[in-house]
Protein backbone atom coordinates (compact mmCIF):
# COMPACT_ATOMS: atom_id res chain seq x y z
CA UNK A 1 0.00 0.00 0.00
CA UNK A 2 2.93 2.46 0.67
CA UNK A 3 4.18 2.04 -3.18
CA UNK A 4 0.12 2.90 -3.87
CA UNK A 5 -0.03 5.72 -1.92
CA UNK A 6 3.05 7.23 -3.36
CA UNK A 7 1.82 6.47 -7.03
CA UNK A 8 -1.56 8.36 -6.39
CA UNK A 9 0.47 11.36 -4.53
CA UNK A 10 -0.46 10.44 -1.39
CA UNK A 11 1.89 12.16 1.63
CA UNK A 12 3.30 10.43 4.07
CA UNK A 13 4.66 11.46 7.21
CA UNK A 14 8.62 11.82 8.03
CA UNK A 15 10.67 12.01 11.53
CA UNK A 16 11.77 15.05 12.49
CA UNK A 17 15.59 13.28 12.68
CA UNK A 18 15.80 12.51 8.99
CA UNK A 19 14.47 15.59 7.89
CA UNK A 20 16.69 17.72 10.02
CA UNK A 21 19.57 15.56 7.92
CA UNK A 22 18.89 15.81 4.83
CA UNK A 23 17.23 19.47 5.37
CA UNK A 24 19.02 21.08 8.41
CA UNK A 25 21.19 24.16 6.18
CA UNK A 26 18.23 25.56 5.14
CA UNK A 27 16.70 26.35 9.19
CA UNK A 28 17.53 29.78 11.25
CA UNK A 29 19.07 29.82 14.55
CA UNK A 30 16.64 28.52 16.47
CA UNK A 31 14.24 27.12 14.31
CA UNK A 32 13.11 23.08 14.99
CA UNK A 33 11.34 20.72 12.12
CA UNK A 34 7.72 19.88 14.00
CA UNK A 35 6.04 17.58 11.60
CA UNK A 36 7.07 16.51 7.94
CA UNK A 37 5.81 14.84 5.04
CA UNK A 38 7.07 13.26 1.73
CA UNK A 39 5.19 13.03 -1.80
CA UNK A 40 6.72 11.07 -3.88
CA UNK A 41 10.31 12.91 -4.16
CA UNK A 42 8.86 16.27 -2.87
CA UNK A 43 8.99 17.27 0.78
CA UNK A 44 6.63 19.74 3.05
CA UNK A 45 8.15 21.05 6.52
CA UNK A 46 6.42 22.31 9.40
CA UNK A 47 8.51 24.25 11.45
CA UNK A 48 8.02 26.39 14.57
CA UNK A 49 8.13 29.68 12.42
CA UNK A 50 7.40 29.02 8.99
CA UNK A 51 5.95 25.88 6.54
CA UNK A 52 8.88 24.78 4.23
CA UNK A 53 8.22 23.26 0.40
CA UNK A 54 10.52 21.17 -1.25
CA UNK A 55 9.85 20.57 -4.75
CA UNK A 56 12.60 18.50 -6.61
CA UNK A 57 12.34 19.00 -10.55
CA UNK A 58 13.50 17.59 -13.13
CA UNK A 59 14.29 13.81 -14.29
CA UNK A 60 17.52 13.97 -12.16
CA UNK A 61 15.78 15.71 -9.68
CA UNK A 62 19.26 17.95 -9.13
CA UNK A 63 16.99 21.19 -9.44
CA UNK A 64 15.31 22.17 -6.30
CA UNK A 65 12.85 24.66 -5.17
CA UNK A 66 12.65 25.44 -1.83
CA UNK A 67 9.28 27.73 -1.03
CA UNK A 68 9.58 29.85 2.68
CA UNK A 69 5.84 30.60 3.99
CA UNK A 70 5.98 32.06 7.27
CA UNK A 71 2.35 31.50 8.95
CA UNK A 72 2.13 35.36 9.29
CA UNK A 73 1.13 35.10 5.59
CA UNK A 74 -1.51 32.03 5.82
CA UNK A 75 -4.61 33.71 5.35
CA UNK A 76 -6.70 30.20 5.44
CA UNK A 77 -7.00 27.27 4.87
CA UNK A 78 -9.21 24.38 4.60
CA UNK A 79 -9.47 20.65 5.48
CA UNK A 80 -11.07 18.30 3.29
CA UNK A 81 -11.41 14.88 4.97
CA UNK A 82 -11.36 11.36 3.00
CA UNK A 83 -15.01 9.44 2.39
CA UNK A 84 -16.34 6.23 1.69
CA UNK A 85 -14.73 6.42 -2.03
CA UNK A 86 -11.85 8.69 -1.32
CA UNK A 87 -9.30 7.40 -0.22
CA UNK A 88 -7.24 10.70 0.93
CA UNK A 89 -7.84 13.71 2.65
CA UNK A 90 -6.79 17.14 1.19
CA UNK A 91 -5.38 20.12 2.59
CA UNK A 92 -5.10 23.33 0.69
CA UNK A 93 -3.83 26.79 2.11
CA UNK A 94 -4.25 30.37 0.89
CA UNK A 95 -1.58 32.96 1.12
CA UNK A 96 -2.32 36.12 1.57
CA UNK A 97 -5.41 37.74 -0.42
CA UNK A 98 -4.82 35.39 -3.39
CA UNK A 99 -8.26 33.57 -5.16
CA UNK A 100 -7.10 29.52 -5.12
CA UNK A 101 -4.52 28.08 -3.02
CA UNK A 102 -1.15 28.24 -3.03
CA UNK A 103 -0.54 24.82 -1.48
CA UNK A 104 -2.37 21.76 -1.77
CA UNK A 105 -1.51 18.10 -0.19
CA UNK A 106 -3.00 14.71 -0.06
CA UNK A 107 -2.91 12.78 2.59
CA UNK A 108 -3.63 9.24 3.41
CA UNK A 109 -5.47 7.43 5.89
CA UNK A 110 -2.42 6.77 7.65
CA UNK A 111 -2.32 10.21 8.77
CA UNK A 112 -4.47 12.01 11.52
CA UNK A 113 -5.56 15.11 9.47
CA UNK A 114 -7.74 16.30 12.24
CA UNK A 115 -3.94 16.85 13.96
CA UNK A 116 -2.71 17.97 11.05
CA UNK A 117 -5.15 20.91 11.29
CA UNK A 118 -4.86 21.35 14.52
CA UNK A 119 -1.35 22.17 14.29
CA UNK A 120 -1.48 24.47 11.64
CA UNK A 121 -4.74 26.44 13.09
CA UNK A 122 -2.27 26.91 16.23
CA UNK A 123 0.31 28.45 14.19
CA UNK A 124 -1.66 30.40 12.11
CA UNK A 125 -4.31 31.67 14.85
Not at 79 to 105: C, H, M, Q, R, Y
Amino acid sequence: MGLLNKILGNASEVSAEQLLKKYGRLLIEGEQIELGFSLLRDVFMFTNKRLILIDIQGLTGSKVEYKSLPYKNISRFSLETSGTFDLDAELKIWISSENLPSVSKKFNKSIDVYEVQRYLAGKVM
